[in-house]
């Protein structure tokens, strides 16, 4: 079982910065990869970012470029740095673990998931 909370979200103006984390529980991080999704009221779930166990990194089209996604095992925890925002980057922002042999296998789907934390809101003004 892993347990992941996120936190970092906020309010802030187009073109500024957040940087989400989302922390693990467990002995076992290192074993996992990671992802990060968003949803909008009345939207499907979507894709953002994820990393491998090996630190392979995948991006939405959306974010590519903006956003950078990492991983520090030593704390369990990953990250998603989100640079350049815009209004529609406005969303309940989730973190997503699953267990996996492959070091450099990333997964870009969310029925691909095991765990999920609770969400952190983030809200970009115009």
């Known amino acids: 079982q892993v347990q992941l909370v996120e936190s970092g979200g906020g309010l802030v103006q187009a073109g500024g910065s957040l940087r989400l984390s989302c922390a693990a529980s467990g002995r076992t991080f290192s074993t996992y990869a990671m992802g990060w999704f968003r949803q909008t009221p009345g939207k499907e779930r979507e894709f953002v970012s994820a990393i491998s166990r090996s630190s392979s990194t995948y991006y939405a089209d959306s974010v590519k470029g903006r956003f950078t996604i990492s991983r520090d095992n030593a704390k369990n925890t990953v990250y998603l740095q989100m640079n350049s925002l815009k209004p529609e980057d406005t969303a309940v922002y989730y973190c997503?673990?699953?267990?996996?042999?492959?070091?450099?296998?990333?997964?870009?789907?969310?029925?691909?998931?095991?765990?999920w934390g609770q969400g952190t809101q983030v809200t970009v003004s115009s």
């Open positions: 997503a673990a699953r267990f996996t042999v492959f070091n450099a296998r990333y997964y870009r789907t969310r029925d691909e998931y095991d765990y």
